[in-house]
């Protein structure tokens, strides 16, 4: 038996055809929504501050006190406006496996108490912030001289967006007649 390998003759036409074949996959930037992008250009103001505390830190060995406040308010507006994306995905930690148990009418009843539990919750949420702003809304941030009323609101934004992402997954659940508690797997496409 012979171990040489037997190739053949490729021609010009032929290997500049292989390179015709491989479409460009086109991006499709329409699954992003409002919020995924306020959160995107937050995320990236927050690297900055943390780029330039390390740079002034590490490298000047004189670091700017305000890129660490300035850091940790990004970070607060990511997480909260970010949430809403997670709402609006399903995304947030959840128990499912209780559902693979109960008949279906049950489930279905509690994914909706549920839906309707979160609704209330961030409607609530969205008080209490409120409340809270205007209770303590003009103070000024420690390093740098601006109110932290842009912190309150950026926490105030991401609770109205998850509010109203809630009612929009609450309404696709209630058509669909399912959620994503009671079938996982057509969420995540692990359901055929």
């Not at 306020?38 to 780029?51: D, G, K, P, S, T």
């Not at 700017?64 to 300035?70: K, L």
């Not at 949420?125 to 601006?146: P, R, S």
């Not at 912190?151 to 967006?161: K, M």
Request: glycine share 6%.
């Amino acid at each position: 038996m012979s171990t040489a390998e037997i190739h053949r003759q490729i021609t010009a036409d032929e290997i500049a055809h292989t390179f015709e074949e491989e479409a460009t996959p086109k991006v499709d930037l329409g699954v992003y929504a409002f919020e995924d992008w306020v959160a995107l250009a937050i995320f990236w103001v927050m690297a900055l501050a943390v780029f330039l505390q390390f740079f002034t830190r590490y490298v000047l060995n004189d670091s700017y006190a305000w890129t660490e406040e300035i850091a940790t308010y990004c970070l607060i507006g990511v997480v909260f406006i970010g949430s809403s994306m997670c709402v609006r995905l399903s995304r947030h930690i959840q128990v499912d496996l209780v559902y693979r148990y109960l008949p279906h009418l049950v489930a279905r009843a509690l994914s909706t108490a549920i839906d309707l539990i979160r609704i209330a919750f961030f409607g609530y949420a969205i008080k209490l912030v409120w409340v809270y702003i205007q209770i303590i809304g003009d103070e000024q941030m420690t390093t740098i001289n601006l109110p932290k009323d842009y912190v309150y609101y950026a926490v105030l934004l991401g609770f109205v967006l998850m509010f109203a992402r809630s009612v929009q997954v609450a309404v696709q659940n209630w058509r669909q007649g399912y959620s994503v508690l009671e079938r996982p797997g057509a969420y995540d496409g692990s359901e055929g």
